[in-house]
């Protein structure tokens, strides 16, 4: 017997897996962005120089920091959709032994009492339970729009400035070989040339970094804010969907209690 209004037994559970597919980083591995093919084979056979003055260990730290977060953020959110996936079974299931206590009710006449609270408790327990799959679904959608969205775009910048770092390193490598070369007509062209290339590429990493630096800043201060709100709205679907459930299972342990009912044939002979 299904309760009138209920929706097939597949449909809403089919709907809530459907309605935010799973993260595209569930499977993820590399914890941050590399650097371009195309890049790495230009230099990747040249002599490195470091620059004591122009090293950022601050904004490296950062880097790492975000890349971490990141990985963190994704594992998250695919538990959570793993357990928006495990509630919409568990509700399913409540709401069909729902309809068969309720259906036992009608055609037990002595469980009728028994059979009605159960089959009330169950339903009770699935819509209770929807409510918070919605709840888990949402905070799931958010975390997606976090990490592939806003942080992924924060990462674009990282791979912009690490490929300008990687060419200014290499530009300056040029500049000084020219430097250390002969003299003569034909170098003082390459070298004006060269400095002029690396003066370019200087510009375009300075600039890179610092922009950089300010997108990390305002990613942190919205995560924050981000997060906060998310979180708190979780931990309350929570908390809701336990105390109702609680206060409800309360009032419905209202069985008639072993020795108020009749004795049956069996207990009087």
Not at 235 to 260: C, D
Request: charge should be neutral; proline fraction near 4%; glycine fraction near 4%.
């Amino acid at each position: 017997m299904r309760v009138h209004g209920s929706q097939p037994q597949d449909q809403w559970l089919s709907q809530e897996t459907r309605k935010f597919p799973p993260s595209r980083n569930c499977n993820r591995s590399a914890n941050g962005a590399s650097l371009p093919i195309s890049v790495l084979s230009r230099f990747c056979q040249r002599r490195w120089v470091v620059d004591p003055v122009r090293s950022t260990p601050e904004l490296e730290a950062r880097i790492d920091i975000l890349r971490d977060d990141r990985r963190r953020y994704d594992h998250v959110t695919c538990l959570a959709q793993t357990l928006a996936t495990q509630l919409a079974q568990v509700t399913l299931t409540q709401r069909t032994l729902g309809d068969a206590f309720a259906d036992l009710s009608l055609k037990t006449p002595p469980l009728t009492t028994q059979f009605g609270l159960n089959g009330d408790t169950q339903r009770f327990l699935s819509k209770s339970g929807e409510v918070l799959v919605s709840a888990v679904n949402s905070f799931t959608s958010d975390m997606n729009t976090l990490v592939n969205k806003t942080i992924e775009d924060t990462m674009v910048n990282v791979q912009h400035y690490e490929t300008a770092r990687v060419e200014y390193d290499a530009y300056r490598c040029d500049l000084e070989e020219l430097n250390l070369g002969a003299r003569d007509s034909a170098t003082l062209v390459k070298l004006e040339q060269a400095q002029r290339t690396f003066q370019n590429q200087r510009e375009k990493y300075e600039k890179s970094r610092n922009d950089l630096s300010v997108k990390l800043q305002l990613l942190e201060e919205n995560k924050v804010k981000v997060l906060h709100h998310h979180l708190v709205l979780f931990h309350g679907a929570v908390a809701s969907y336990n105390t109702s459930n609680h206060q409800h299972l309360e009032a419905s342990t209202k069985l008639p209690m072993p020795g108020t009912e009749p004795p049956s044939w069996l207990e009087e002979s």
